[in-house]
């Protein structure tokens, strides 16, 4: 039984290629880029040359700074250091995040809670936006205070004033029927004024009792 092998066509050398030639990405329908690692290496260098930087790796060794042994540039990270690499090999270094993440990761999500607290316009601006180029849709501007500023800080839902604790910011065409990521299909809203809408249009909720509060 011979097994199937899944070929996709890069968009930039029109080339058709094994899946196993594109790198991978989380915003694709089959999770993989639509260049091919051979392309987005090309135009790596040339973005590199046009900034005046050297993308090419050096010849040579280097000696890590943490284990001590002697690995070929290629081994190292990119940094804006006087040679233009980590004191730090790869493994080095990966092993040193992963230890440093194991021991402070109480300490990370206070420290993201307190800034989600201290800003809540940023915290519903990231999200959102991840969500909507996730599902690929179209993704503006945006500016929370703004909309805020521009609808009085009043629920477009109920009309009723918002406590800043009690805020969303509702897509009035939602994400999952097609609507935009922009300032103008962006609107204030109660927390529970948005989740009884739901991703429904507003159409489709005229006249009925969990819009009127």
Request: aromatic residues 8%; glycine residues 6%; proline residues 4%.
């Amino acid at each position: 039984m011979t097994e199937e092998v899944y070929t996709k066509i890069c968009n930039r050398c029109k080339k058709e290629k094994n899946v196993d030639e594109f790198s991978a990405s989380s915003f694709t329908p089959d999770k993989k880029q639509y260049q091919c690692k051979q392309c987005k290496y090309e135009y790596y260098l040339i973005a590199k040359e046009k900034k005046g930087y050297s993308a090419l790796i050096p010849e040579g060794m280097k000696t890590c700074r943490a284990c001590g042994k002697e690995k070929p540039f290629s081994e190292y990270y990119r940094r804006s250091t006087k040679n233009g690499f980590e004191s730090e090999c790869k493994e080095c270094c990966n092993l040193r995040n992963i230890d440093w993440s194991r021991k402070n990761k109480l300490s990370r999500k206070e420290h993201r809670k307190k800034w989600e607290s201290k800003n809540p316009l940023n915290r519903q601006q990231r999200n959102s936006t991840r969500r909507a180029r996730r599902k690929r849709l179209t993704v503006g501007k945006i500016d929370f205070s703004m909309i805020l500023q521009r609808d009085n800080g009043h629920c477009y839902l109920c009309g009723k004033p918002i406590d800043p604790r009690d805020l969303h910011f509702d897509h009035v065409v939602p994400l999952s029927k097609g609507g935009e990521h922009s300032n103008d299909n962006l609107r204030p809203s109660h927390a529970l004024c948005n989740m009884k809408k739901g991703d429904k249009l507003l159409s489709d909720l005229i006249g009925k009792s969990l819009i009127l509060g």
